[in-house]
């Protein structure tokens, strides 16, 4: 049935967008944080927890494009 | 209302791996009608009993629980993690709070791993995989960092944190921090399991190309997310928890 495809089409695109914004996201808080400890090395303690943080709020959004993929996914 | 009902029904499904295989704990799952998680939920629970009951006659005379191993034992490891959640707890809540939270925050970081943990054991799922066991924990972290926020700051002040620090915006504020924290334990159920799924996921693929040799560095990488998803749960739970009791108003919010 056409109609199928164009829904699994539609739930792959949905995850591949989350994922790539959410990546470039999270790519770009690494590598600051890896700046900054490679500026300071003694800072690095301080600067892991709050890159964790930030890269944790990032993903929920990633996370919650992956629930719509699933619920999209769940109709074929 | 639907949608909600069809995103539960569609999140809470076994997965497929779930009802292929071989595992461990299935007999007990068919015999007690429980649902396989469940089974394992509880199994990792008597775990988790038994070893806290094993470091506690370890440390029972004074002298004992004083003077540390100086070898690599069981007792240094548990304290070794307990020492770590701790500088978190102190880094992220402040030394009187870390002193309050830190059994709760001890629990949920050492069992969580556990159960993560213990989906690397061929034979076995974690019970993080599945929706439940994760929506589970996060509404209990939402339902008792509410209650810490009420007792500390009292009802007005807790709704007060709410409003943002204008009146004027105070109605518009109001409802985006409502949204926001309702989808507090629902990302942290989320997160954990999606995380898990798909760990547990790449491990059963490559499992079932080579089973030799070839899995190995996935079971590390394994290792890694197992313990990168609770100690992020456990990183989130405690920056709610501290929002919620701080005192004096702070100018930034992280949401």
């Known amino acids: 049935m056409e109609g199928q495809g164009l829904i699994a089409l539609a739930a792959a695109i949905t995850i591949g967008l989350a994922a790539l914004g959410g990546t470039a996201a999270q790519g770009k808080a690494a590598s600051a944080a890896l700046e900054g400890i490679a500026r300071n090395p003694e800072a690095q303690g301080k600067i892991f927890t709050p890159m964790i943080l930030g890269m944790a709020l990032i993903e929920s959004l990633v996370i919650l494009g992956f629930v719509i993929a699933f619920m999209i996914q769940g109709k074929i | ?255």
């Not at chain 2, 943990?117 to 974690?126: A, E, H, K, N, S």
């Not at chain 2, 989130?236 to 930034?252: F, K, N, Q």
Request: aromatic letters at 14%; one cysteine or more; a negative charge.
């Open chain 2, 1 to 255: 209302m639907k949608l909600i009902t069809l995103l539960l029904l569609s999140l809470t499904a076994q997965s497929t791996w779930a009802s292929e295989g071989f595992t461990w704990l299935h007999g007990v799952a068919v015999s007690t009608g429980l649902a396989e998680h469940t089974v394992t939920f509880i199994f990792t629970a008597l775990i988790f009993i038994v070893g806290g009951l094993v470091y506690r006659m370890q440390t029972k005379s004074v002298e004992g629980s004083v003077v540390p191993d100086n070898k690599v034992s069981y007792r240094n490891v548990i304290e070794f993690i307990g020492e770590f959640i701790y500088k978190l707890a102190k880094e992220t809540m402040g030394e009187k709070e870390a002193r309050l939270y830190f059994p709760l925050m001890i629990f949920y970081f050492g069992y969580i791993f556990l159960n993560n943990l213990i989906g690397l054991v061929p034979g076995f799922l974690p019970p993080t995989e599945n929706f439940n066991t994760g929506l589970a924990l996060g509404i209990w972290i939402f339902l008792y960092y509410n209650a810490m926020g009420v007792k500390v700051q009292g009802l007005v002040g807790h709704i007060k944190h709410f409003a943002g620090p204008m009146l004027a915006m105070a109605p518009l504020i109001f409802v985006l921090e409502i949204i926001s924290h309702a989808m507090r334990p629902l990302t942290l159920g989320l997160r954990i399991r999606g995380n898990m799924m798909g760990d547990h996921t790449v491990l059963a693929i490559f499992s079932d190309l080579v089973p030799y040799i070839v899995p190995l560095p996935f079971y590390l990488l394994g290792i890694f997310v197992c313990f990168m998803q609770a100690f992020v749960f456990t990183l989130l739970s405690m920056i709610y928890i501290s929002m919620a009791v701080e005192t004096h108003d702070h100018e930034e919010h992280a949401h």
